[in-house]
């Protein structure tokens, strides 16, 4: 039987990613002097969902989400002054070549959306993290920006196909990605 508490409450806990998603996003902007500094958010984005394909499981979305999160929290720790965007590329360099290591040992075809797809969208959002520490902190800025909301269209593809990650990491990442943007440009616009 169903008590009218727990039947008002399916619905918001149905959708537990999107309130989670919000909790961190508060914590990431709460936490956030320039936008440039979220570059390790966005390549690790894309390190979640290239280790995703690398496994070859969706069920591998979250411990890859927390391995990412581990590693950044790590690199934090050992060394402030260590940039944790190149901890984050370096695990995804290892799931990748994993994922191509696995796909020749078992010679089998990866589906296009999994690791060939993947590979790609980690270089692009990759090489969007790196130039961002490049270049000045307004541009830098503005780029995390936009590759987080390219993100957010990344998870809305896989969250309506239902390829590659759990559902419940692309509705997580999308409204992390988008709320993150949406400060990283407010505080970019109005920094002096």
């Not at 958010?41 to 499981?57: D, R």
């Not at 934090?76 to 290591?101: C, K, N, P, R, S």
């Amino acid at each position: 039987m169903t008590t009218p508490t727990t039947s008002r409450l399916g619905p918001v806990l149905r959708h537990w990613p999107v309130l989670v998603g919000v909790g961190v996003a508060v914590l990431v902007i709460l936490d956030m002097a320039a936008g440039v500094e979220l570059a390790k958010l966005l390549a690790a984005s894309a390190v979640v969902y290239l280790g995703a394909a690398a496994l070859g499981k969706r069920s591998a979305t979250w411990p890859v989400f927390f391995a990412t999160l581990a590693v950044i929290l790590a690199a934090d720790i050992i060394d402030e002054d260590f940039e944790a965007t190149w901890a984050v590329l370096g695990l995804g360099v290892l799931l990748g070549g994993y994922g191509l290591v696995r796909r020749v040992r078992e010679g089998t075809r990866s589906d296009p959306a999994g690791l060939p797809l993947q590979s790609l969208a980690m270089l692009v959002f990759g090489a969007a993290a790196t130039i961002a520490l490049f270049v000045n902190a307004t541009v830098g800025s503005f780029l995390v920006a936009l590759g987080l909301l390219g993100h957010a269209a990344w998870d809305v593809y896989h969250y309506r196909t239902n390829k590659v990650v759990s559902r419940s990491l692309a509705e997580f990442c999308l409204i992390l990605d988008t709320a993150v943007a949406a400060a990283i440009i407010l505080l970019t616009f109005t920094s002096p």
